[in-house]
């Protein structure tokens, strides 16, 4: 059906180690992933049946992350680009890739929970076992910033780009961020994991919550 080329070196920002990313689509039932070197550039190849495809818009929207979106979005159609099924596919990703997740508030409030109880696991063993205290932290610091974007109902970028967002769209938090992954102590990286989760979520432990019957 077609030939979708796409990642940083079309999009024209490629870093030292940036591989081609090239999208198959075609008409067999079956999916899968491939990765070569073509006169020494690294070249990830995913194949995959248009119901695949579908399946991926879904999947990833649920996730607040539109990755396969993106890459179909931004890419360069090399073959079958007089394909409906394959305009067709372009067409939705375009969408797909500027749609973010609408959260429900309890959806909201299940995210809310989830880091905030990481953050008191971290608390129950900061002085019994620091490395796994950190562990906690990590996670909950981690999840923290996914869900500032989810919340301000924004599409999760990509993981190398979201502490630049986070900066300039949320500076004080983005303070924060950057403050916790330069500490070197240990005391000061949970102290300012407090105050991150605090602000972003509302609580760092357990607090009472009701989801809706279903």
Request: some cysteine; aromatic content about 10%.
């Amino acid at each position: 059906m077609g030939i979708v080329l796409t990642g940083t070196i079309i999009r024209g920002n490629p870093g030292l180690n940036s591989d081609l990313d090239i999208f198959v689509i075609h008409g067999e039932p079956y999916r899968q992933r491939i990765q070569k070197f073509f006169n020494g550039i690294p070249c990830e190849i995913f194949v995959n049946h248009p119901d695949h495809i579908w399946r991926y818009f879904e999947t990833d929207l649920k996730k607040n992350r539109p990755v396969s979106a993106h890459m179909l979005a931004t890419g360069m159609v090399v073959s079958g680009g007089d394909n409906e099924e394959v305009q067709r596919i372009i067409k939705m990703a375009k969408e797909y890739s500027g749609r973010p997740l609408i959260p429900d508030d309890n959806l909201k409030t299940a995210d809310r929970y989830r880091i905030a109880t990481l953050f008191e696991d971290a608390t129950d063993l900061k002085e019994v076992d620091p490395a796994t205290s950190l562990y906690f932290l990590n996670r909950a610091v981690t999840e923290a910033i996914d869900f500032l974007f989810m919340a301000g109902c924004r599409t999760l970028p990509r993981a190398k780009e979201r502490i630049r967002q986070i900066e300039e769209s949320w500076p004080e938090m983005g303070k924060l961020v950057t403050d916790y992954f330069e500490a070197r102590e240990f005391d000061e990286k949970y102290a300012v994991a407090r105050t991150l989760v605090e602000k972003s979520v509302g609580a760092t432990g357990f607090f009472e919550w009701e989801s809706e019957r279903s």
